[in-house]
T-cell receptor, first 115, second 115 residues
Framework: AQKVTQAQTEISVVEKEDVTLDCVYE???????LFWYKQPPSGELVFLIR??????QNEISGRYSWNFQKSTSSFNFTITASQVVDSAVYFC????????????FGQGTELSVKP | KAGVTQTPRYLIKTRGQQVTLSCSPI?????VSWYQQTPGQGLQFLFE???????NKGNFPGRFSGRQFSNSRSEMNVSTLELGDSALYLC??????????????FGPGTRLTVL
């Protein structure tokens, strides 16, 4: 079975705190892609990052960083020094091999950053 | 460059009716995917079109159908609406089919309410 699990339904932090959003995936494919999307209240999904299964290098982009560990099938997302504008629902997604652009999404984590 | 546009943004229908939603991809993009988002089931893949052909389909009943036109614009149709079809329907476009190496850009969605 191919599945993405985001165990944290809701997280609430105070501005400037660091926060990590967890993502665990299941697939038997050796080739696959993982994604993170942000969904603000407007509803539009905003692409954050794409990672292929052969690239376990961690990535940092400004206040955002991602930790990909194939050994634990996890692809966690950390926001450093969170800001109110980071409040949104964040989705982790899996693209299985040979399934075109189909994305299998986790249930999402709603992040609330309070001033 | 204009983003993905979806019309209408909001729609109210009654059970048994049918509905057609429209998606205009980013100029030059040829692949369009559709997703259904509900509080209970989350984000689920409906189908993917490329060059006017359905290339991939999710696990939805035959009441859900779609098509793509020569200008890459896409429509999805839901016939014999049920209460459970109430959802946010999201469209995503990308340059090519199987766009795992190419970012999928999402539109703002169409909020369908079935009474």
């Amino acid at each position: 079975a191919q599945k993405v699990t985001q165990a944290q339904t809701e997280i609430s932090v105070v501005e400037k705190e660091d926060v990590t959003l967890d993502c665990v995936y299941e697939t038997r494919d050796t080739t696959y892609y993982l994604f993170w999307y942000k969904q603000p209240p407007s509803g539009e999904l905003v692409f954050l990052i794409r990672r292929n299964s052969f690239d376990e290098q961690n990535e940092i982009s400004g206040r955002y960083s991602w930790n990909f560990q194939k050994s634990t099938s996890s692809f966690n997302f950390t926001i450093t020094a969170s800001q109110v504008v980071d409040s949104a629902v964040y989705f982790c997604a899996l693209n299985p091999h040979n399934q075109g652009g189909k994305l299998i999404f986790g249930q999402g984590t709603e992040l609330s950053v309070k001033p | 460059k204009a983003g993905v546009t979806q019309t209408p943004r909001y729609l109210i229908k009654t059970r048994g009716q049918q509905v057609t939603l429209s998606c205009s991809p980013i100029s030059g993009h040829r692949s369009v995917s559709w997703y259904q988002q509900t509080p209970g089931q989350g984000l689920q893949f409906l189908f993917e079109y490329f060059s006017e052909t359905q290339r991939n389909k999710g696990n939805f009943p035959g009441r859900f159908s779609g098509r793509q036109f020569s200008n890459s614009r896409s429509e999805m149709n839901v016939s014999t609406l049920e209460l459970g079809d109430s959802a946010l329907y999201l469209c995503a476009s990308s340059l090519v089919l199987g766009s795992v190496t190419d970012t999928q850009y999402f539109g703002p969605g169409t909020r369908l309410t079935v009474l």
